[in-house]
């Protein structure tokens, strides 16, 4: 039996910036890649600082050692998330609270591993980050020891069937969100382009300024995409329709009815149209906005965010009918298997489950999100990490394509014996 043996760490890189959402909002200047101002959310020195995490490595007593990454959000510390990442913190409970709770255990018990190891402290849970990084650690332990995919050790245990088909495949521009379009289009991704509209300058006072770039988006995918290629359009507002617009669902439902006029033939996704401040308001009125939306222009599917961070969260929206789709944030949900629930619950209550995630997750956390969304058949999974379109769409895409290419292998040699 392969236990683990020693648990060791290393200093890892995020694959963007951490921002300071709070400060972005209030409208600070921007002075090249960097936001001139004064920070407004707890932990941030700067606006925008380097992404930074944590490699958490259980060596195993067959000589490999199974490595996960400790990583947050982009907007850490807004709409409910944990506070921004601290290494040092989190290298601290890893010696002090991990270690002794693993090494001796056999690999292979992906899900008596995880309750062992994610037990409360103190009567507190553990931060979400070190429960995603360890988490990604003892899921490649269990598939390193029962010789699978990641994927394979999570449809056993949870008793779902094997999976055989891609997941649609959403990329985000980030700020250079015209030349980032492009190559989304080129490379023919499934959902494109999120947008980032984050601010005044790219919504407009009246939302002018956003149904221009949404026009140039759909005229773009035509111009330069593949014949027949038509993606689904989904484009992210931080809020920013209820603040330019007014909070009042019935007023961002119909702004929601111009987007729709203005891409005519596409499948919209709208991402968080509105910020109401809390978990209670933000689900009231994210129901109102669905009722209303589907009233007006059935095509379109609101997208819930803000506030939807951990799997009883994400429960709380599918039971209030609070979102067309869920963003299942790996970050924020914390526990790889609480993600493999959330995406289950979703799609149990007929409500999209969106595996996603930040550009300042890692190359790692990445590649093991792709084995969970793939396992629990999400509707959509995030190209991440990073803001330039090209390396998020070749890690994920790339370990898509690698683990269905092992699956089927298994599969034709299981037949041919």
């Known amino acids: ?8 760490t290393a200093p890892a890189m995020g694959g963007f910036f951490y921002d300071d959402q709070k400060a972005i909002r ?32 259980f060596m195993l007593s067959d000589g490999t050692t199974a490595w996960g990454d400790a990583v947050s959000v982009q907007y850490s510390g807004t709409a409910g998330r944990d506070p921004l990442f601290d290494p040092v913190i ?26 062992a190891v994610m037990a409360y402290v103190d009567g507190a849970r553990l931060p979400i980050a070190v429960e995603y990084g360890v988490s990604q650690a003892l899921l490649r332990a269990a598939a390193i020891a029962r010789n699978l995919t990641m994927a394979e050790v999570i449809c056993a245990d949870f008793g779902l069937t094997l999976p055989c088909l891609p997941i649609p495949l959403f990329a985000q521009s980030g700020d250079d969100r015209y030349l980032n379009v492009d190559k989304m289009i080129l490379k023919s991704v499934d959902i494109l382009p999120h947008g980032l509209i984050n601010s005044r300058e790219k919504f407009g006072r009246a939302g002018e300024v956003f149904l221009e770039y949404a026009r140039w988006v759909a005229a773009r995918t035509q111009e330069i995409g593949r014949p027949g290629y038509r993606p689904v ?20 439902a119909r702004y929601i009815a111009r987007i729709a006029e203005a891409v005519p033939g596409f499948e919209l996704n709208v991402e968080c149209p509105a910020d109401y401040g809390s978990l209670d308001a933000q689900l009231d009125a994210y129901a109102d906005i669905v009722e209303q939306v589907d009233q007006l222009c059935p095509s379109v599917r609101i997208v819930a965010d803000e506030y939807c961070n951990t799997l009883s969260d994400v429960e709380r929206f599918c039971d209030a009918r609070a979102a067309h789709i869920i963003q299942i944030k790996t970050p924020d949900v914390g526990n790889l298997l609480d993600t493999v629930r959330a995406i289950r619950y979703a799609k149990s209550a007929d409500i999209g489950a969106y595996s996603g995630g930040s550009c300042a997750e890692t190359d790692l956390s990445a590649r093991a999100c792709v084995h969970v969304a793939v396992a629990s058949a999400a509707s959509m999974m995030l190209a991440k990490p990073g803001m330039g379109v090209d390396e998020g769409i070749a890690i994920v895409g790339n370990e898509q394509s690698r683990l269905l290419a092992t699956i089927r292998s298994r599969q034709q040699s299981e037949l041919a014996e």
């Open 1 to 8: 039996m392969i236990t683990v043996t020693r648990v060791i």
């Open 26 to 57: 209030s409208g600070v200047d921007r002075d090249g890649f960097v936001y001139r101002g004064d920070p407004q959310t707890p932990g941030f020195e700067n606006i925008r600082i380097p992404g930074a995490a944590l490699g958490i490595g």
């Open 233 to 252: 359009l989904h484009f992210d507002f931080y809020g920013w329709i209820g603040i330019e617009i007014g909070q009042e669902p019935s007023d961002i």
């Open 90 to 115: 989190i290298e601290e409970l890893v010696r002090q609270v991990i270690a002794p709770r693993i090494v001796g255990r056999a690999a292979p018990d992906l899900i008596g591993n995880t309750e």
